[in-house]
């Protein structure tokens, strides 16, 4: 099954890398993190945790998954050094900002929604096999939560990526 997967991923690699680049140039983001246990190959039955970044366009509802081995500050740096829009985590710091800017949200749950596929994941299948096979959930989790924002059958994106690739 894995290198289904990992072949199946193959071809979601450009979608998910120009996801990136929108959500990116959003003028508005709203941003959490998840924890997901992941196999140490150093350490037989060991899991330690890599986290999901969580970056959610409430306008364009857009979802990006960006899975870190560490909970350092580089993955949220590099995911956010040139963006330039309002970022929301957890509280918002000035609540002025909410009540002059209509497309603000008073809260953050819609990234926590965002978020509850993966807590439904970790109670199913555990922990994720492998670094790597992290960063292929945070792509499918990617894919299939814009998706369903946009009310599209998530298989109907693979359908459309093995047919072409470049023009979705």
């Not at 590099?78 to 002025?96: C, P, S, T, V």
Request: proline share 6%.
């Amino acid at each position: 099954m894995d290198g289904w997967v990992t072949s199946s991923c193959g071809w979601f690699v450009p979608l998910c890398e120009a996801q990136r680049q929108i959500i990116q140039h959003s003028s508005y983001l709203m941003a959490d993190e998840t924890p997901i246990p992941v196999l140490d190959r150093t350490k037989p039955w060991k899991t330690h945790l890599g986290y999901h970044g969580v970056y959610y366009d409430p306008v364009a509802k857009r979802v990006l998954f960006d899975y870190r081995p560490g909970r350092s500050r580089a993955g949220p740096n590099d995911m956010l050094k040139n963006f330039r829009g309002h970022l929301q985590i957890g509280l918002m710091a000035k609540l002025e900002k909410y009540v002059t800017d209509g497309r603000l949200e008073i809260d953050n749950n819609l990234v926590e929604n965002a978020i509850r596929p993966v807590a439904l994941g970790r109670k199913n299948y555990l922990f994720a096999g492998s670094h790597e096979g992290a960063k292929r959930a945070a792509m499918i989790y990617t894919l299939v939560a814009t998706a369903k924002l946009h009310q599209v059958e998530p298989f109907e994106i693979k359908r459309r990526a093995a047919i072409s690739p470049m023009q979705h």
